[in-house]
């Protein structure tokens, strides 16, 4: 193997092979995984097409784009920051420095909303606000789900927004949605059927221990939330209950161990839980609903 060309005049399931050990050998949890994904998009293939084509041998650009890739990978740069683009909910969400990567834990948050709502055949969510939005990964999802609705996503981080505003285009949703940049939910008035968010919630002395590939790639913005990790829930979740219509919704996803205190705010801001927490695929309490009197 030629270290400046490592994989050139490999075959491509060779390159495949190769990469997924060197990622293995790194500590990379899926190296199969991350390897058929980076080559493919070093490639330009899809992954019926790199099978197809497993006995082709690898170029010198295509070796030179593939190390590119594992180089970033193995200093612990997540894939899909290296692909610019993740799913969530069946969409393929662009990504961006200021946004998170969006990850299967908060697909909780959209799957409570859903059951409420059908579970609910009398209520609809007519206008949704998702604080926080960052790539617009819950909102939008929403949207996809609720044709009815419209939308809008709070963030303070206006490259967040532009992000969002690029996803909900994609998708076809911009006319259903619109962003605005501020605090949480502090510029936002009139009544709301459904809120959501996925605050930052992380310990702050917490941050230094996460995986590299989240302390060192996700926005701190995103992740830290005090000392307690409950900050924006104090701050969102009063705000949330007075923008709220009766009958209205909120659902925050939330952290280990922070179920709990995150039922008591929304207590104490006069909500009702309608259902106990709900669990990710992992048992964490990972969607905390309240709802807001009807009267």
Known sequence: MNVNDPFAGLTIEASRRALAAQFKASGIE?????????????????????????????TTDESKAIASFAQ?????????????????????????????VPRPDTETVVEAALEFFRSNSGIKPFRIADIGTGSGA??????????????????????????????????????????VQCDYAATLSGSFDLIVSNPPYIRSSDIATLDRDVRDHDPHLALDGGTDGLDAYRAIIPQAAALL?????????????QSTPVSDLMRAAKLTLPRPPVADLGGIHRAVMGRKAAF
């Open 72 to 100: 970033r990978r193995m200093a612990h740069e997540p894939v899909a920051r290296i692909l610019g683009h993740k799913e969530f909910w069946g969409l393929d969400f662009e990504l961006s420095a200021a946004t998170l």
């Open 245 to 257: 219509g009766p009958d209205g919704v909120l659902i925050v996803e939330t952290g280990h161990d």
């Open 138 to 179: 819950i909102l939008l999802a929403l949207l996809s789900e609720f044709p009815d609705a419209t939308g809008i996503g709070t963030d303070i981080s206006a490259a967040a927004l532009t992000t969002a505003e690029l996803n909900a285009r994609r998708f076809g949703l911009a006319g259903r949605a619109s962003f």
């Open 30 to 58: 899926t190296p199969d995984l991350d390897a058929r994904l980076l080559i493919g998009a070093a490639l330009g293939l899809d992954h019926t097409r790199l099978a197809a084509q497993a006995a082709r041998l690898i």
